[in-house]
């Protein structure tokens, strides 16, 4: 069984910065991709930011410059810092793992639960 678990959402004031966290834990073998998405009231989910086993990463147009991913492989953790906060930030952020669970075993796809990024005045 693999968890996945997201954290450090909250309120921050427009400007400000944030630090989500993402553990994955369980049957692990390893872990290729790690990603954030997010998703807003009223519109579709989307991807924030990836990044791989090696350390490549891609971001979305809208957090460029802003949004660092990262990710430590001992821990299978992967982290998002986010600076220079807008309003339009604001969204349930989820992290997302493809997993192998043993050696030369399929890849699967978990779901952190969410959690909350509110910036607001």
């Known amino acids: 069984q693999v968890q996945l678990v997201d954290s450090g959402g909250g309120l921050v004031q427009p400007g400000g910065s944030l630090r989500l966290s993402c553990a994955a834990s369980?049957?692990?073998?390893?872990?290729?991709?790690m990603y954030w998405y997010r998703q807003a009231p009223g519109k579709e989910r989307e991807l924030v930011a990836g990044?791989?086993?090696?350390?490549?990463?891609n971001y979305a147009d809208s957090v460029k410059g802003r949004f660092t991913i990262s990710r430590a492989n001992a821990k299978n953790t992967m982290y998002l810092q986010m600076n220079s906060l807008k309003p339009e930030d604001t969204a349930v952020y989820y992290c997302?793992?493809?997993?192998?669970?043993?050696?030369?075993?399929?890849?699967?796809?978990?779901w952190g639960q969410g959690t909350q990024v509110t910036v607001s005045s």
């Open positions: 990044i791989s086993s090696g350390g490549s990463t």
């Open positions: 997302k793992a493809e997993v192998q669970r043993s050696s030369r075993g399929p890849y699967f796809s978990h």
């Open positions: 369980g049957s692990i073998f390893s872990i290729e991709g």
